[in-house]
């Protein structure tokens, strides 16, 4: 018996010593990699002032170009800057991906050595800020850490620096799912205790109140603007249709009418009647309606993929989004990971499907906006497979090029 224990104990201190090496080979791996990308980024960017106007010189040529004149029109400076911006610049604008903060708000440029498992699997699969920022030219990003309200304001200020430094200086846009409840799930909701806690959107459609409603949205637009959040990645206006589904408590119920009020004052508490400097932008969604789910399963797993209408349901699941989101212009819709079976010309998910994106959002409904995809629908990666429902058969860049042929 002593032997037996003698060889687990040695077995115990090697696996040890393996993860130990392990976690000093993708930390020493990781600063290498951001020193690297670090050279990449230049000054920040310097505050000039040209007949008599203040503009920040974001791509410090000494003048005022138009997108950096803060008299010029929107329209007129997202013009100008896309005609600067090159391929790499335009694609990597195209993505909202997940980033990562030190418990201290630093940008997260090494693995994060805790106690904490998740916390320190999550630092290591994350890329730095760095790398997206720096070499993948992105400027969109979910933020994932719960912080305190300073340590949020103190990072999105740094990550606003890093992005000066890089060519253009375009600005971060950072994102997040709800944080104003009292789930913690990463991808659907983060309790983060400098915010005021509110019922879920469950609670909220249970009130039948939407002046309340509209008024959470606009304290919850105050909090995430204090800390530097500027896009919403809710509300849900999905049906809870389908009681075994496990998403139902991130909508506002069964009800498609209900649900389409309480989503309109949602949308209008963060945006506010006009979207303006004070806004915090919503991205609405699942479009064209998630809930329906075959057998309850979740859209997020190749078992869960279908959504089925056997009542012939399809439009009522559009309600909350026409007589809600639309109502209240909202800036963005996400569609789901689903393949709505039956009610298009062909078998694919959402994101993928023109007569959904481009027949029925842009072209039926007239949306104008932001339509975003999901998660991981692109190709495999560390988070997992790529959720590509009825395109499996397609490369990465044809899946790519069939979500922007879809509208």
Known sequence: MKKVWKVLKYLLLGIIAILIIGVAVVYFSKKSESNSNMELLGEEAPTLTSSGVSYRDLNKNGQMDIYENPNA??????????????????????????????????????????????????????????????????????????????????????????????????????????????????????????????????????????????????IARQEYNAVGIRLALHPMADLATEPRWGRSNGTFGEDAHLSAIMTKAYVLGFQGDSLDQNSVACMTKHFSGGGPQKDGEDAHFPYGKEQVYP????????????????????????????????????????????????????????????????????????MGEGRAWGVEHLSPKLRIKKTLDAG
């Not at 300073?150 to 620096?161: F, G, H, P, V």
């Not at 569609?335 to 298009?344: K, S």
Request: some cysteine.
């Open 311 to 382: 009542g012939n349901n399809f439009d009522y699941h559009v309600i909350p989004f026409t007589e809600g989101a639309f109502e209240a212009n909202t800036a963005q819709i996400m569609p789901y990971y689903g393949i709505p079976v039956g009610q298009t010309s062909e078998e694919v998910a959402f994101a993928f499907n023109k007569d959904i994106i481009q027949g029925l959002l842009r072209d039926s409904l007239n949306f104008q906006g932001v339509v975003c995809t999901d998660w991981n629908i692109i190709s495999k990666s560390r």
């Open 73 to 218: 029109s929107i329209d007129q400076r997202a013009n100008d800057l896309v005609s600067q911006m090159n391929l790499e610049e335009k694609a990597g604008s195209m993505y909202v991906n997940m980033i990562g903060t030190t418990p201290d708000g630093e940008p997260m440029e090494t693995p994060i050595l805790s106690t904490d498992p998740i916390a320190l699997m999550m630092s290591m699969m994350l890329p730095t800020n760095s790398e997206m920022i720096a070499r993948k030219k992105m400027n969109s990003f979910n933020i994932l850490a719960s912080l305190d309200a300073d340590k949020m304001a103190k990072y999105n200020n740094l990550i606003q620096k890093m992005a000066e430094r890089t060519r253009l200086g375009i600005p971060i846009t950072i994102a997040t799912d709800p944080r104003h409840g009292t789930e913690s799930n990463p991808g659907a909701g983060l309790y983060t205790s400098a915010f005021s806690q509110w019922p879920s959107s469950f609670g909220l459609a249970a009130t039948r109140d939407t002046v309340l409603v509209r008024e959470f949205g606009d």
